[in-house]
């Protein structure tokens, strides 16, 4: 309970103070974003994608803005698992907020090993599987855009932990619901959605992509319409909760996400542009519900549904 609203929500065994959390990749552990906001303001702490051996991610240019958002070809570069146990994890271990981990891997065996390594780690409260990421040309979204691949790592990394577990789908496929039924087959206890959307951004001075890779992950406010109505289709297809991102900048489009079908909401790009975002999205939350009588932000969730509403 924080002020007159109670803002807890629940995600698997998970139990949110409230339900901002940090999109994957846009926050890193939260140690440089510590010295602008109290951590502990949070609902949860996800970290960027951590695989079984370091990545040293793609060549650049690997980032650029365009006038309709950021397109970025990180290529999930990381120190491995066992460095992000050592340096990372020892260290958000001392801060107050659930930890979250994202799992990335090349194969199914890669993402089983970070999972049985991160699940003897009592500071991990919650894994994020992310077979989504379209920066790499081994793994990443490979899984994510066929339903019995996605089932496939899901079933391996299920038998490896009894951690909550959350599955973190990608918008590049034809039917997003298809794979989250999927997934919430295979033991998914949570759904993420959306990663970034595949893009590309042409330098017409030297008629070459901008990018090194050509292809690139577009995030920011302009995903956001793609992104509500992918949370929509998915909320209203699983019993699981879904976590929804993809360009939240304020609460008010935090309250789309969760009127659309979320029960809990990620901030990503807009962290780069302020990295006090998360904790506005909170306070502004907070505030929303009040303003219209809410007393649990939890009544949020698919409110916007025809049989549903405030
Ligand atoms: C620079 C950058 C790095 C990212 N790295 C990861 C990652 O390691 N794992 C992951 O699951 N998603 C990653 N993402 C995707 C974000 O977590 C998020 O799903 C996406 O950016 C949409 O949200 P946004 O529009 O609020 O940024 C990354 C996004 C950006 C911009």
Redesign the pocket.
Known sequence: MSGRVDMGVRIGELELRNPVMT????FGSGREYAQFVDLSRLGAVVT??VSVDSWAGNEGPR?VETPSG?L?S?G?QNPGVEQFCENDLAWLAGQDVPVVV?V?GHSVDEYVAVTERLDAEAAVSAL?V?I??PNVDAGGMVFGTSCPAAAEVVRAVRRATRKTLIV?LSPNVTDIAEIARAVEAQGADAISL???LLGMAIDTRTRRPVLARGFG?L???A??PV?VRMVWQVARAVDVPVIG????TDARDAAEFMLAGATAV?????NFMDPTSTVGVVVGLERYCEAHGIERVAHLVGAAWPEKGL
């Open positions: 999109a994957s990749g846009t960027k994608g980032i950021m970025n990180i999930l994202n990335v994020e992310n989504s990421c973190k959306v990663n970034t992950g995030s920011g406010p995903i956001r992104a991102m993809g360009g939240i990620a901030v990503g790009t807009a």
